[in-house]
């Protein structure tokens, strides 16, 4: 992966989840949300942004992919952005060595 020609697309991807999931957490304040198919309103927030970025590509299609498209290959930019909250952390109950857990994490807001 190029990450120059996605740097711009990583930074938004982050920036955006992250206003996004503000957006949802005051919509929440003070009210009480019972878990829907087991998962909490936090964690479905996160299963949205997963979701929305599925894909089954070839590996001929990610390699012209990670040469020419500005943003990161789809598991990366959701991977990229969750490893970055420490919310996804607490939402999923992530202890301090899991993978999806850094102890130190890129925040632009």
Same mark, same amino acid.
């Given at each position: ?9 990583? @930074?938004?991807?982050?920036?955006? @989840? ?7 957490? $005051?919509?929440?304040?003070?009210? %009480?949300? &019972? /878990?829907?198919?087991?998962? %909490? !309103? &936090?964690? #479905?927030?996160?299963?949205? *942004?997963?979701?929305? *970025?599925? $894909?089954?590509?070839? /590996? &001929?299609?990610? #390699? ?5 498209? !500005?943003?990161? &290959?789809?598991? +990366? ?8 909250? !420490? $919310?996804?952390?607490?939402? +999923? ?5 899991? !993978?999806? @857990?850094? $102890?130190?994490?890129?925040? @632009? *807001?």
């Amino acid at each position: 992966m190029n990450g120059k020609l996605t740097l711009g697309e990583n @930074v938004a991807d982050n920036g955006g @989840v992250r206003i996004a999931y503000m957006a949802l957490m $005051e919509t929440l304040a003070g009210k %009480t949300v &019972e /878990p829907i198919d087991g998962f %909490t !309103p &936090e964690q #479905r927030f996160f299963l949205g *942004w997963a979701q929305i *970025w599925c $894909e089954n590509a070839s /590996p &001929e299609f990610r #390699r012209l992919k990670a040469l020419t498209n !500005p943003h990161a &290959e789809n598991r +990366y930019r959701v991977n990229g952005v969750v490893v970055n909250m !420490p $919310e996804f952390a607490k939402a +999923y109950g992530c202890g301090a060595d899991a !993978p999806m @857990v850094r $102890e130190q994490v890129c925040r @632009v *807001w």
